[in-house]
């Protein structure tokens, strides 16, 4: 299982969805993202990263947010 992570500047990271392999999470990612500048993203409306800057991910929780509460597997025709 790996965990997708959206942060804003000065907040903690918050648990956005999980998938199951890295290659479905980066592809997600990479679908996700419209623009970067300066390390900060701007994410597809509607996206599990809609509402962050940043992200991060990890084979393991980093976090208590609970992964029933989040998208699994999340695809843009979900959207």
């Known amino acids: 299982m790996y965990y997708l992570y959206g942060s804003r500047p000065g ?10 392999s890295e290659p479905q999470l ?6 996700a993202t ?5 390390g900060l993203r701007k994410f597809e409306k509607g996206s599990a990263l809609a509402s962050y800057n940043q ?6 929780p980093l976090t208590d947010d609970d992964p029933e509460t989040v998208d699994h597997n999340p695809t843009p025709s979900m959207l």
């Not at 907040?11 to 199951?20: E, G, T, V, Y």
Request: no cysteine.
């Open 34 to 38: 419209l623009s970067e500048l300066d």
């Open 55 to 60: 992200f991060g991910y990890s084979g393991d």
């Open 26 to 31: 980066l592809s997600y990612v990479r679908w």
């Open 11 to 20: 907040a903690p990271q918050r648990l956005a969805a999980i998938f199951d």
